[in-house]
């Protein structure tokens, strides 16, 4: 912690609500401890590019209301490569920086990995996904907004399912990982979630039909996981046209609406506690590590761990799910 002068700061990966609230925080616990910011944009390839600008305490003012992150965020085939992490290593010794804080989901957090075993960079990465799907944290910077979204939009969606006597089946993000399928679900009080955690188990479709959901209702909304194993919503469309014709089915896919939209409150707190969490772990010489929410308690999570396990879902949820929608 002693050689640390100059943190470097960057998002990366997909967008997610609470990204400007964690830039702020990071940013001004940094200067509070004595610490240097540089904002780097577009993630790694604004590293490898040099697109890297001091940070000042007033460029954080009035960014965590929005969403997005104020620090942009891209694509980056260079970083992929060693010649490209050379690049991006002489990019921050140019500009004296010492440590990174990543913000950024799986993707990211590999790539900060690797990075740092590299070139013995210390890192400390915030789980910034809407996707909740990180291992070692309850919650992850973005979900909670993309949640109350998901919520938001199947309430409406429920209207015309009601009017029409339709099957609704809504796709949500999530790609391998059915948090926001299955919380989603019950909180808009869906009939049925189908997610990749089981979709291996059971025939999630059949099981569905076949206990006769709709015996007692006009109207019914199933959410999917996007994903190559569950089929996603159109995949899933077109099974109950040949399969259950008698089912007037449409489809809507939420898509990149999730991603949008002023954090809650929930990720506003969150991202202000784990980017104090990073300037803190820093000042205690820790290094690769992923800042975690456990059980309200801020955990240091190796990013071996983070990665490379999987987060599992909770099955109550579904069984719950099961009870409530008769």
Same mark, same amino acid.
């Given at each position: 912690?002693?050689?640390?002068?100059?943190?470097?700061? %960057?998002?990366?990966?997909?967008?997610?609500?609470?990204?400007?609230?964690?830039?702020?925080?990071?940013?001004?616990?940094?200067?509070?401890?004595?610490?240097?910011?540089?904002?780097? $944009?577009?993630?790694?390839?604004?590293?490898?590019?040099?697109?890297?600008?001091? !940070?000042?305490?007033?460029?954080?003012?009035?960014?965590?209301?929005?969403?997005?992150?104020?620090?942009?965020?891209?694509?980056?085939?260079?970083?992929? #490569?060693?010649?490209?992490?050379?690049?991006?290593?002489?990019?921050?010794?140019?500009?004296?920086?010492?440590?990174?804080?990543?913000?950024?989901?799986?993707?990211?957090?590999?790539? +900060?990995?690797?990075?740092?075993?590299?070139?013995?960079?210390?890192?400390?990465? %915030?789980?910034?996904?809407?996707?909740?799907?990180?291992?070692? #944290?309850?919650? #992850?910077?973005?979900?909670?907004?993309?949640?109350?979204?998901?919520?938001?939009?199947?309430?409406?969606?429920?209207?015309? +399912?009601?009017?029409?006597?339709?099957?609704?089946?809504?796709?949500?993000?999530?790609?391998?990982?059915?948090?926001?399928?299955?919380?989603?679900?019950?909180?808009?009080?869906?009939?049925? +979630?189908?997610?990749?955690?089981?979709?291996?188990?059971?025939?999630?479709?059949?099981? %569905?039909?076949?206990?006769? !959901?709709?015996?007692?209702?006009?109207?019914?909304?199933?959410?999917?996981?996007?994903?190559?194993? #569950?089929?996603?919503?159109?995949?899933?469309?077109?099974?109950?046209?040949?399969?259950?014709?008698? $089912?007037?089915?449409?489809?809507?896919?939420?898509?990149?609406?999730?991603?949008?939209?002023?954090?809650?409150?929930?990720?506003?707190?969150?991202?202000?506690?784990?980017?104090?969490?990073?300037?803190?772990?820093?000042?205690?010489?820790?290094?690769?590590?992923?800042?975690?929410?456990?059980?309200?308690?801020?955990?240091?999570?190796?990013?071996?761990?983070?990665?490379?396990?999987?987060?599992?879902?909770?099955?109550?949820?579904?069984?719950?799910?099961?009870? %409530?929608?008769?």
């Amino acid at each position: 912690m002693a050689s640390i002068k100059t943190i470097g700061l %960057l998002t990366s990966g997909g967008d997610a609500p609470g990204m400007n609230a964690a830039i702020r925080a990071v940013t001004r616990s940094a200067i509070f401890s004595g610490f240097k910011v540089k904002g780097i $944009y577009r993630g790694y390839r604004g590293l490898v590019s040099d697109e890297v600008v001091d !940070f000042r305490a007033q460029d954080v003012s009035n960014i965590m209301h929005h969403g997005g992150t104020i620090l942009k965020t891209a694509r980056c085939k260079e970083f992929m #490569t060693a010649e490209g992490r050379q690049q991006a290593y002489d990019v921050m010794k140019k500009h004296e920086i010492d440590a990174l804080v990543v913000i950024g989901g799986d993707g990211s957090l590999s790539g +900060a990995r690797q990075f740092a075993s590299e070139f013995d960079v210390p890192i400390v990465g %915030l789980p910034g996904t809407i996707d909740n799907d990180l291992y070692g #944290t309850d919650h #992850t910077i973005g979900y909670d907004t993309a949640l109350n979204t998901i919520m938001w939009c199947v309430d409406r969606i429920r209207d015309t +399912a009601s009017s029409h006597e339709r099957l609704f089946i809504i796709e949500v993000m999530g790609r391998n990982a059915g948090f926001l399928a299955l919380n989603g679900a019950v909180a808009s009080g869906a009939e049925a +979630a189908i997610i990749p955690e089981i979709s291996t188990e059971v025939d999630q479709l059949a099981e %569905l039909i076949e206990s006769g !959901f709709r015996k007692s209702k006009r109207s019914s909304i199933v959410l999917v996981a996007e994903s190559p194993i #569950t089929g996603g919503a159109m995949g899933l469309a077109e099974r109950v046209r040949k399969e259950y014709p008698q $089912y007037d089915t449409r489809v809507t896919i939420l898509g990149h609406l999730q991603r949008g939209g002023s954090p809650t409150a929930q990720d506003r707190i969150l991202a202000s506690r784990m980017g104090a969490a990073a300037i803190d772990a820093l000042l205690e010489g820790q290094r690769n590590v992923m800042i975690g929410d456990d059980d309200e308690h801020i955990v240091y999570v190796p990013f071996s761990k983070a990665i490379r396990k999987d987060k599992p879902i909770d099955r109550d949820l579904i069984d719950i799910l099961r009870r %409530l929608s008769i």
